[in-house]
């Protein structure tokens, strides 16, 4: 009986042992065992079965507005600017103060000493008309007073000469509504001023004579002084805007004060107080 042959295709165990050139090439460039084709870097890839997506289409994304390509026609801009943040509201005058932006240094109380001298000597000739107070002639001598000085409407003359006195004094006083208290205050002065002036001919300037307007004009130049540089922050009316930083309504206030002070004295009086001076001879 003869025996088969053996297979010489079956490796000997030494030939299972040796590794074979692809094996040893891999192991060669990675340092280790290979354990898939991806391990090795000389081995080739796997060719996907699908292309890989590409386009917003292949993507299903949704490809959004159109955005217009430049051309000659459109204008092109080298730079956006960006408006600057609005500044931030200031705060009160104390801020102000507190940054330095407002130093006003005596100025308030200068003004505050105006108005207490000039609204005090009104409120004192107001009471003394009013009340007969500090020897004065009370309502009813006012009264006689104005109809002997040729007032020609005496009892409405005296009402007015009173409240513009006693009234816009003690408002120029607190400081409060002080463009309408001192216009009535210089309106009212410059009446007296005309009534004195008027009652003999030429300038009369002198305080020394019964008909001297040098107390009145003085009165009247403060009166329009604190209509022009308002009541300042020791008053009332320190959170207007007339009290600190007064414009152009103070020139109208000092134009209808002296309107209301010519238009009342026609009225009332008539006559034309600066007859003997200059060209009113």
Not at 67 to 87: E, F, K, L, Q
Not at 132 to 154: E, K, Q, V, Y
């Amino acid at each position: 009986m003869t025996e088969k042959p053996k297979d010489t295709t079956e490796p000997s165990a030494a030939q299972r042992s040796t590794p074979t050139m692809a094996e040893q090439s891999a192991v060669s460039s990675t340092g280790r065992g290979v354990s898939s084709p991806f391990d090795s870097p000389t081995e080739q890839f796997p060719r996907l079965s699908k292309d890989v997506p590409r386009t917003d289409d292949e993507l299903g994304l949704d490809p959004g507005p159109d955005v217009p390509s430049v051309g000659a026609d459109t204008p092109t801009y080298a730079y956006a600017s960006i408006p600057p943040a609005a500044n931030a509201p200031s705060d009160t005058g104390r801020l102000r103060r507190r940054n330095g932006e407002s130093r006003r240094g005596t100025l308030d109380l200068g003004l505050f000493l105006l108005r207490l001298i000039v609204g005090g000597t009104f409120v004192y000739h107001g009471l003394q008309k009013l009340t007969g107070w500090f020897h004065g002639p009370g309502l009813d001598g006012t009264r006689d007073m104005m109809d002997n000085g040729g007032w020609d409407h005496p009892t409405l003359s005296a009402i007015l000469v009173t409240v513009g006195e006693l009234g816009g004094g003690a408002l120029l006083v607190l400081g409060l509504a002080t463009p309408l208290a001192a216009g009535a205050i210089l309106a009212v002065i410059l009446d007296a001023w005309a009534w004195k002036q008027g009652m003999i001919p030429g300038f009369q300037y002198n305080a020394g004579v019964k008909s001297g307007v040098e107390l009145e004009s003085i009165l009247a130049g403060a009166a329009a002084v604190i209509i022009l540089t308002g009541p300042g922050r020791l008053a009332f009316d320190r959170n207007r805007g007339w009290a600190t930083r007064p414009f152009a309504g103070s020139f109208v206030v000092l134009l209808l004060a002296v309107a209301a002070a010519v238009g009342a004295y026609w009225y009332l009086h008539g006559g034309n107080p600066f007859t003997g001076i200059g060209p009113f001879d």
